[in-house]
T-cell receptor, first 108, second 114 residues
Framework: EDQVTQSPEALRLQEGESSSLNCSYT??????LFWYRQDPGKGPEFLFT???AGEEKEKERLKATLTKKESFLHITAPKPEDSATYLC?????????FGGGTRLMVKP | NAGVMQNPRHLVRRRGQEARLRCSPM?????VYWYRQLPEEGLKFMVY????????ESGMPKERFSAEFPKEGPSILRIQQVVRGDSAAYFC????????????FGPGTRLTVL
């Protein structure tokens, strides 16, 4: 069965402490891998789209990478305002399949 | 350049009533998707529509739920005879070119069934 799994479920970092979030997928014939950020009570906000293994995209303190089995969201020197839930999703058939998300808390 | 708009933002219904959720896609977007997010759970796909057509409704319960995206006007997600288990946040997303294009999400409608 096609699945998208994110780890860890929750991550606490000190401000400036870099880390990575993992998204592993078993979707056959991947046609796109998306990263979103979701703040409490709001809709997901688009971050990145990756289409092929080896692809990387960067935006401010965030960098997303993709291999044939997983994607990573690297956060460099995070700030408290980076605290949010980060979601990844894979295109499967006619739908986006979302992972459960990683809840990131950055303490000042 | 307005984003995806959803209304109402909050909706309270009693068991057995009907709920109508509206979604206006971004300008130039003809693909609309509906998702449901239950408390403490992830986003689950419900239905994918393109103007006047349902492309995939495999994530939508067969009974009580329906969706449309008419030629003119917003997309509507309709839930008849609501039950407490329908309480959730319902998100709409839109894209310009279809499924592999970026989907932009609206702020969601939070449905509470009393």
């Amino acid at each position: 069965e096609d699945q998208v799994t994110q780890s860890p479920e929750a991550l606490r970092l000190q401000e400036g402490e870099s880390s990575s979030l993992n998204c592993s997928y078993t979707v056959s014939g991947l046609r796109g891998l998306f990263w979103y950020r979701q703040d409490p009570g709001k809709g997901p906000e688009f971050l990145f789209t990756l289409y092929s293994a080896g692809e990387e995209k960067e935006k401010e303190r965030l960098k997303a990478t993709l291999t044939k089995k997983e994607s990573f969201l690297h956060i460099t020197a995070p700030k408290p305002e980076d605290s949010a839930t980060y979601l990844c999703a894979a295109v499967r058939g006619n739908m986006l399949t979302f992972g459960g998300g990683t809840r990131l808390m950055v303490k000042p | 350049n307005a984003g995806v708009m959803q209304n109402p933002r909050h909706l309270v219904r009693r068991r057995g009533q009907e709920a109508r959720l509206r979604c206006s896609p971004m300008k130039g977007h003809s693909h609309v998707y509906w998702y449901r997010q239950l408390p403490e759970e992830g986003l689950k796909f419900m239905v994918y529509l393109q103007k006047e057509n349902i492309i995939d409704e495999s994530g939508m319960p067969k009974e009580r739920f329906s969706a449309e995206f008419p030629k003119e006007g917003p997309s509507i997600l309709r839930i008849q005879q609501v039950v407490r288990g329908d309480s959730a946040a319902y998100f709409c997303a839109s894209s310009r070119l279809g499924l592999t294009d970026t989907q932009y999400f609206g702020p969601g409608t939070r449905l509470t069934v009393l």
